[in-house]
Every structure is written in structure tokens, then in C-alpha cells.
């Protein structure tokens, strides 16, 4: 009678202290379960069969990481401040590196000048011969550009490798990164081949149609001639003397100045409006188009996740269920 008597004191007294403990349990159990939910909220929840549905998840993705490679682009992350090094620093580096000092070297303006008038000289001005060494300098100038050109769209390539990386929402998706990497890097190409014709055209420009204005101010002044003494030839007699020469070279030298100045303003802005703008505004606008006429399999191999994620997935996923179990029977007991 006593040893029934105690069993069930220390039944009715377990069962007591158990009570009191069930708040704190489930508390623990409640927190538990959000921290499983937060993981799966991370690593993304199971995609949908439905079609729409994965052509839905799909262009938020490709959005997701168009808002990350724009974030590059205006300062928001690091990286879009290189496309400004290149005009500030490498454009100018390789204009000053530009060979006129040769081709307009005394030497080659007297042989271009000569070549150009043929056996009859233009005695007033050598216009043909201006021409020859303005086309033959202005040239130098499509290789800083297209250079230009191919350091932008690199520096954009660049860009969006680290944004597929950044977005978190893209890494459990190997086959989606793959498609969205291809289908911007063929959108670069394409913007870079439109740039690549826009400075060409730039450059050209300037070749086939010279400032006049510039030449009838060099016409004004008067030409001195080192050789006051018209009976008295001069070390080059053949048709003009060695200062006549170096006069055409020094006007075409400052004509070359201005055209310089002029590139060295233009090409940045046609580089930033055919390839930087059309990067932020539709580098993504194929792929788009493609993705929405494609059949539900395809959508379904481009949501193909990485397998040790998909496990990991799995494994949080009975956890969570086994404590919400567990939540529940405890809350069925409390209320006895």
C-alpha cells in the first residue's frame, strides 16, 4: 500500500515538472523549426512541375542577376569603374603613343608631298599632298579605338561572371548559370561588333571630310621662307625648300591635334551608348525571348539543380517534419 502510494506521488509529481517544462520544449522545438524553414528559404524550396510555374521561377532568376550586373555597372558594387579607367587612362596612353612624330617627320612629308604633286607641283598649296599625310595620320587612329572597344566589352564580360557568382538565387541552378552566361556573352558580342562600326565610322569621319575653317586660318598667315635670297637655293631646291616642308608638317601636326581631341571625346560616348547602355537595358531581351517559346522539358533541364544541394534539401526537410511531429504530440499531451 505505501510502495502504491509512492509510485503514484512520484508519477503525479514527474508528470508536473513535465508540464512545466513543456513551454520551454516547445519553445526550443518552435525555434528549431524557424531555423530549418530560414535554411530552406536560403537554398530555395522544391521547384514547381508546372510549366508556368518554371517559366515564372526562370525570369525572376535571369532578373535577379540583371539587377546585380546593374548594381556593377552604377557603383552600387565594385567593378563598373574600370570601363572608366579605360577612357580616362588607357585611351589617352595609346593616343600619345601614335607614331606622328614619324609620319610627319620632314622626310616623309617631303617624299608624301612629292609623291602626291606627281611631275606637276602645286606651287601655292600642296593640297593633294595635305591630304595623303591627313588620311595617312587619321588612320592611326582606328587602333586606340577598336582597343578601346575590346577593353570595354572585356571589363563586361567580366562583370557578368561575378554577377552570376554574386546571385545567391542562381547557385543552386549550375544549368541556368551556364544559359544566362552564354546568352549575355553573345549579347556582348553583338553590342561590341555594333561598336566596332560606330567608332570605325567615327574615325572615318574625320577622314572624309577635313575642318576647312582650320586651313583657310593657316592660309592667312604669311608663309616665312627661310630663304630670303631667291637667287640663292637652298639645301632642298627641288621644289620647295626644307621650311616649307616643315610648315606643311607643323599644319598638319596641329589639324591632327584637333581631330585627336575631338576622338578622344567621341569614342567614350559611342562605347558607353552601344555597349554600356545596351548592356543595362536589354542584355537579357534574346534569351527572354527564347525561354518563352521553349517546351516544358527544356524549362525543366535548365532548372536542373546541383544534386548535393537537392540531398541537402532533402535531409532538412525530414528534420523539419520530425519536429513539427513532435511539436504537435507534445501539444496534445499539454492540453490532457
Same mark, same amino acid.
Given at each position: 500500500?505505501?510502495?502504491?502510494?509512492?509510485?503514484?506521488?512520484?508519477?503525479?509529481?514527474?508528470?508536473?515538472?513535465?508540464?512545466?517544462?513543456?513551454?520551454?520544449?516547445?519553445?526550443?522545438?518552435?525555434?528549431?523549426?524557424?531555423?530549418?524553414?530560414?535554411?530552406?528559404?536560403?537554398?530555395?524550396?522544391?521547384?514547381?512541375?508546372?510549366?508556368?510555374?518554371?517559366?515564372?521561377?526562370?525570369?525572376?532568376?535571369?532578373?535577379?542577376?540583371?539587377?546585380?550586373?546593374?548594381?556593377?555597372?552604377?557603383?552600387?558594387?565594385?567593378?563598373?569603374?574600370?570601363?572608366?579607367?579605360?577612357?580616362?587612362?588607357?585611351?589617352?596612353?595609346?593616343?600619345?603613343?601614335?607614331?606622328?612624330?614619324?609620319?610627319?617627320?620632314?622626310?616623309?612629308?617631303?617624299?608624301?608631298?612629292?609623291?602626291?604633286?606627281?611631275?606637276?607641283?602645286?606651287?601655292?598649296?600642296?593640297?593633294?599632298?595635305?591630304?595623303?599625310?591627313?588620311?595617312?595620320?587619321?588612320?592611326?587612329?582606328?587602333?586606340?579605338?577598336?582597343?578601346?572597344?575590346?577593353?570595354?566589352?572585356?571589363?563586361?564580360?567580366?562583370?557578368?561572371?561575378? !554577377?552570376?557568382? /554574386? $546571385?545567391? %538565387?542562381?547557385? +543552386?541552378?549550375?544549368? @541556368?548559370?551556364?544559359?544566362?552566361? &552564354?546568352?549575355? #556573352?553573345?549579347?556582348?558580342?553583338?553590342?561590341?561588333?555594333?561598336?566596332?562600326?560606330?567608332?570605325?565610322?567615327?574615325?572615318?569621319?574625320? !577622314?572624309?571630310? /577635313? $575642318?576647312? %575653317?582650320?586651313? +583657310?586660318?593657316?592660309? @592667312?598667315?604669311?608663309?616665312?621662307? &627661310?630663304?630670303? #635670297?631667291?637667287?640663292?637655293?637652298?639645301?632642298?631646291?627641288?621644289?620647295?625648300?626644307?621650311?616649307?616642308?616643315?610648315?606643311?608638317?607643323?599644319?598638319?601636326?596641329?589639324?591632327?591635334?584637333?581631330?585627336?581631341?575631338?576622338?578622344?571625346?567621341?569614342?567614350?560616348? &559611342?562605347?558607353?551608348?552601344?555597349?554600356?547602355?545596351?548592356?543595362?537595358?536589354?542584355?537579357?531581351?534574346?534569351?527572354?525571348?527564347?525561354?518563352?517559346?521553349?517546351?516544358?522539358?527544356?524549362?525543366?533541364?535548365?532548372?536542373?539543380?546541383?544534386?548535393?544541394?537537392?540531398?541537402?534539401?532533402?535531409?532538412?526537410?525530414?528534420?523539419?517534419?520530425?519536429?513539427?511531429?513532435?511539436?504537435?504530440?507534445?501539444?496534445?499531451?499539454?492540453?490532457?
Amino acid at each position: 500500500m505505501g510502495a502504491e502510494y509512492l509510485a503514484k506521488l512520484l508519477s503525479k509529481h514527474l508528470e508536473t515538472v513535465i508540464r512545466q517544462r513543456i513551454p520551454s520544449i516547445i519553445a526550443l522545438i518552435n525555434k528549431t523549426i524557424d531555423e530549418l524553414n530560414a535554411e530552406l528559404d536560403r537554398i530555395g524550396r522544391p521547384i514547381a512541375v508546372d510549366s508556368g510555374a518554371q517559366l515564372y521561377t526562370i525570369l525572376e532568376l535571369c532578373r535577379a542577376f540583371d539587377r546585380v550586373f546593374k548594381e556593377h555597372l552604377d557603383g552600387g558594387r565594385p567593378g563598373g569603374d574600370r570601363i572608366y579607367g579605360v577612357f580616362d587612362h588607357q585611351l589617352p596612353a595609346a593616343l600619345k603613343k601614335l607614331p606622328f612624330d614619324r609620319h610627319l617627320s620632314m622626310k616623309n612629308v617631303q617624299k608624301v608631298v612629292s609623291e602626291a604633286d606627281g611631275y606637276q607641283p602645286h606651287l601655292i598649296a600642296p593640297e593633294q599632298g595635305y591630304r595623303r599625310l591627313i588620311d595617312g595620320s587619321i588612320s592611326y587612329f582606328k587602333g586606340p579605338a577598336e582597343a578601346t572597344v575590346d577593353a570595354v566589352h572585356f571589363v563586361l564580360k567580366e562583370l557578368v561572371r561575378k !554577377s552570376i557568382a /554574386l $546571385t545567391e %538565387e542562381l547557385k +543552386r541552378f549550375p544549368t @541556368l548559370q551556364s544559359d544566362i552566361a &552564354a546568352a549575355a #556573352n553573345e549579347a556582348l558580342e553583338r553590342f561590341r561588333d555594333e561598336s566596332r562600326r560606330t567608332v570605325q565610322r567615327l574615325v572615318d569621319m574625320e !577622314s572624309s571630310y /577635313l $575642318t576647312v %575653317e582650320f586651313f +583657310r586660318k593657316l592660309h @592667312l598667315e604669311p608663309e616665312k621662307n &627661310a630663304n630670303t #635670297n631667291p637667287n640663292q637655293p637652298g639645301p632642298n631646291a627641288d621644289r620647295y625648300n626644307d621650311n616649307h616642308f616643315r610648315r606643311i608638317g607643323s599644319n598638319v601636326s596641329a589639324y591632327i591635334g584637333m581631330v585627336c581631341d575631338t576622338l578622344r571625346n567621341s569614342i567614350p560616348k &559611342a562605347v558607353v551608348y552601344c555597349q554600356v547602355r545596351e548592356a543595362k537595358r536589354c542584355l537579357l531581351n534574346n534569351f527572354y525571348a527564347q525561354v518563352g517559346r521553349r517546351e516544358k522539358e527544356r524549362l525543366g533541364a535548365m532548372l536542373d539543380e546541383d544534386p548535393q544541394l537537392m540531398e541537402r534539401r532533402t535531409a532538412i526537410a525530414k528534420r523539419l517534419e520530425l519536429y513539427k511531429s513532435a511539436r504537435d504530440e507534445i501539444d496534445s499531451v499539454a492540453w490532457k
